[in-house]
């Protein structure tokens, strides 16, 4: 048997109210490829940040064995003198820095901290090629593309004699043809230089294609670790042990009043706003019945928020067309101001950074989207203020000491109340719920789930987005799912599944 | 009694600005020996820090947006004096034409700077920096590096005061009568909105909390009236001050729009989100900055009797530092026109308390910038012990 170059023993990690990690065992043996899969929010990322000190030695309760060492690191410089390398899926280059500087970050090769430049070109281009990159090391990691710069990540973390590479979606944000160029390399690697890599990716073929070992997580737990040649690879085997859950009544009961069609969106098409030949909403369509909830699922990146923001009135994207439709009238919306005023609502996923404002008090955040409502000639009337914010501090239940306290001191649950009340207050038709429930505990989420399935009593039409497969099959009456920009089907709540939605969206990726 | 403790609370780092007022208001009198609060020096405190008052109420709105700050204020008081100087001497047009149309200067010069900030998206700091060196420029041209001496209605608006019509042993009697008339319409509005909130069903304060403050307010006008009524009587400037402070208190804490420049600095993509015109606001706020400044740039004029080249200068740090100390947050979103206000009659009364001691002004400058930390440390620590509670 092989040596074991990793093992991660009874890890646990808890974040407030949640168990992100429960107890998870992980071997890596020297010289593999060791796959982790598993949906949005099963504990893949948390487990690697856990490992590369991300998270620092005490926040978490578990032992970190590596190379027969124990190791408690408290940063990720710790993590990387042992050798331990994180590539993350957002890429931590400086774009306006040059190509050996930034392989060289944090690591100049410098004496009495002056830096010898003709010896880092030098060692750079050594890098640069190993990884397949034939640009001048001058060149600034702006002027190069997206797969070029995941490659110099990967030399940087060569330069510091890496022992074990952990790449967190590598291919996610990449084309095809990068996204091959990439699983080449790292099989070179592996198998010339013997670097042990651990990869997290969503995309089932890939794994499958290049990885020794398949470990599944669900729910911050290790589900299996298939092996190959010993066990079945194929997508379905994998997607059985992703998402293999039973589903128990976390969804209050509700019985689907569904009208005609009220709000209809059609060939929507929005370009990326920093990059204006990149298509980040490719021709969708859609359509929402009044009282009904639609869900749109996809993985992360698929471009869900970007559809519903460049619709609320152009707050994302650029060169948008399309026509949106709302009980039979075209719509213009060149600004949220006039979304506000054509009845939508949007309900953003991060409420702590875009939805709320969290020095201010319950009070003024409900009111601040239509303050019209309260105002006569341009004056606030504060007596008006807080009956109506008092009416629906009572009716979502929110939990604070008044309408007074400031929204920042209010838990995850409480802060999303206060973001319904005030759309709420807005009176929409049609309301977009980005990601409505996360990080977020299960009492909260299933009050949350009725003042959904209410506003969908009143005939509005809602629009669900969510990463979290079971939310979406447990309250919406249809779902559309979305992948790289495009709407790759449609789902009644009988035919949808887990498995068939997964299978939808890996199918499409191809 | 939980909503007053909120309410409290929610005012506490306010209340805490008038107590360290108070402080250094009896900690000057003692070192003066009694000089800081006779009669003429609280006239003269109020007359000298007039304009700086004035610029700390719009740079409190700019501070408000997102702790931008603008630098352009001093070169803009210099070349308000300048214009002043050309329209009614040069031109020959009459005085009040003149205000009107130096008034108009500033409105322009800020929403010059207005214009690059909202909708070039320039940072303010670099846009303002500019300005200070264009206008800089602008007030030299038209002077030429002379000081031209200004018409006579220039004097009266900064340092002149009402007329008496019944004096009595020296005492400005018609300054004691505007004081009583001031705190009866006071204490009838009060009433009013009181017994109509009370009609219509709204929470109203307990009675005790109501007559104390309301008897507090009362004694506080009677008592500056008086004392001002001792002096020289009633400044025009302390009318022109109070209606300004009226006016943008209202404003920031009454209207839409000033509920929108506090959501902007407390999040201005959660703003954007709710519909806010973030752009609009930018521009209105850093345009009415130049009115003010303006405004504060013919009161300066007419202290100094004259426009000269070197109005004006630094003048955007002593309001700067006015504001911070009077709890603006340096983030946004958090702070006052009272609170500006206060924080501009805390640097005054440094100034004036340290030269009537005879304090070099090298040691002051050090003083004043001591303060300035320590108030804005008493924030940041105070803050993040709120933040550790919860």
Known sequence: MAEIILDMRNITKTFPGVKALDNVNLQVEKGEIHALVGENGAGKSTLMNVLSGVYPFGTYSGEIVFEGKKCEFRNVKDSEKVGIAIIH?????????????????????????????????????????????????????????????????????????????????????????????????????????????????????????????????????????????VDEFSENRIIKGMVGRELVSRFPERTPNIGEVRFEVKDWVVYDPLDDSRMR?????????????????????????????????????????????????????????????????????????????LIDNIKRNITLARLDKVSKNLVISEELETIVSEELRQRLNIKASGIYQKTGELSGGNQQKVVLSKWIFAEPDVIFLDEPTRGIDVGSKYEIYSIINKLAEQGKCIVLISSELPEILGICDRIYIMNEGRIVGEMNKAEASQENIMKCILESSR | MEKHRDVFRYNIRQYGMLFA??????????????????????????????????LAVGMMLCILTGGHIDLSVGSVVAMVGASSALFSVRLGLP????????????????????????????????????????????????????????????????????????????????????????????????????????????????????????????????LFAYWLARANGLPYIV????????????????????????????????????????????????????????????????????????????????????????????????????????????????????????????????????????????????????????
């Open chain 1, 89 to 229: 899926q957002e890429l931590a280059l400086n774009p306006f820095m040059t190509i050996a500087e930034n392989i060289f970050l944090c690591n100049e090769c410098a004496r009495n901290g002056i830096i010898n430049w003709d010896y880092t070109r030098q060692e750079a281009r050594k890098l640069m090629k190993k990884v397949g990159l034939t640009e001048d090391p001058d060149t600034l990691v702006m002027d190069i593309g997206i797969g070029k710069q995941q490659l110099v990540e990967i030399a940087k973390a060569l330069s510091k004699n890496v022992k074990l590479l952990i790449l967190d979606e590598p291919t996610a944000a990449l084309n095809d043809e990068d996204s091959n160029n990439l699983l080449n390399l790292l099989l070179e690697l592996n198998q010339e230089h013997g670097i042990t890599c651990i990869i997290i990716s969503h995309k089932i073929y890939e794994v499958i294609r290049i990885a020794d070992k398949i470990t599944v997580i669900r729910d911050g737990m290790i589900v299996e670790t298939l092996k190959r040649d």
């Open chain 1, 281 to 357: 909403i490719n021709h969708v369509s859609f359509n929402v019945r009044s009282g009904e909830i639609v869900g749109i699922a996809g993985l992360m990146g698929a471009g869900r928020t970007e559809l519903a923001m460049s619709l609320f009135g152009k707050a994302y994207g650029r060169k948008i067309s399309g026509t949106v439709i709302k009980d039979g009238k075209e719509l213009v919306l060149k600004s949220v101001r006039d979304a506000i005023k054509e009845g939508l609502a949007y309900v953003t996923e991060d409420r702590k950074t875009a939805g709320l404002i």
């Open chain 2, 21 to 54: 007022l108070i402080a250094i208001v009896l900690i000057f009198q003692i070192l003066t020996g009694g000089i800081l609060l006779r009669p003429i020096n609280v006239s003269r405190l109020i007359l000298q820090n007039s304009y700086i008052l004035i």
């Open chain 2, 95 to 222: 005085a009040s034409l003149s205000i009107f149309l130096g008034l108009l200067v500033g409105l322009l010069a800020g929403m010059w700077q207005g214009f690059w900030i909202a909708f070039v998206k320039i940072p303010p700091f670099i846009v303002t920096l500019a300005g200070m060196l264009i206008f800089n420029g602008v007030n030299n041209i038209i002077l030429n590096g002379q000081t031209v001496l200004l018409p006579k209605l220039y004097i009266t608006i900064a340092s002149d005061s009402i007329p008496d019509f019944f004096s009595v042993n020296g005492l400005h009697l018609t300054t004691v009568i505007i004081g009583v008339v001031c705190s009866v319409a006071y204490l009838i509005a009060q009433l009013i909105i009181r017994f109509s909130k009370i009609r219509n069903g709204y929470e109203v304060n307990s009675k005790q909390w109501f007559m104390t403050k309301t008897a507090l307010v009362v004694l506080i006008i009677n």
């Open chain 2, 239 to 390: 009318i022109l001050l109070v209606v300004i402070i009226a006016v943008y208190s209202f404003i920031t804490n009454k209207t839409v729009a000033g509920r929108h420049i506090y959501a902007l600095g407390g999040n201005a993509k959660a703003a954007e989100l709710s519909g806010i015109n973030t752009r609009k606001v930018m521009f209105w706020v850093y345009a009415n900055m130049g009115f003010l400044a303006a405004l504060a740039g013919i009161v300066f004029a007419g202290r100094l009797n004259s426009a000269t080249p070197t109005a004006g200068q630094g003048f955007e740090l002593d309001t700067i530092a006015a504001c911070f100390i009077g709890g603006a947050s340096a983030t946004g979103g958090v702070g006052t026109i009272i609170g500006a206000i206060i924080g501009g009659f805390i640097m005054g009364i440094m100034n004036n308390g340290m030269s009537i001691m005879g304090i070099s002004t090298f040691w002051q400058s050090i003083i004043k910038g001591l303060v300035t930390i320590l108030a804005v440390a008493f924030d940041v620590i105070s803050k993040s012990k709120a933040k550790a509670r919860y």
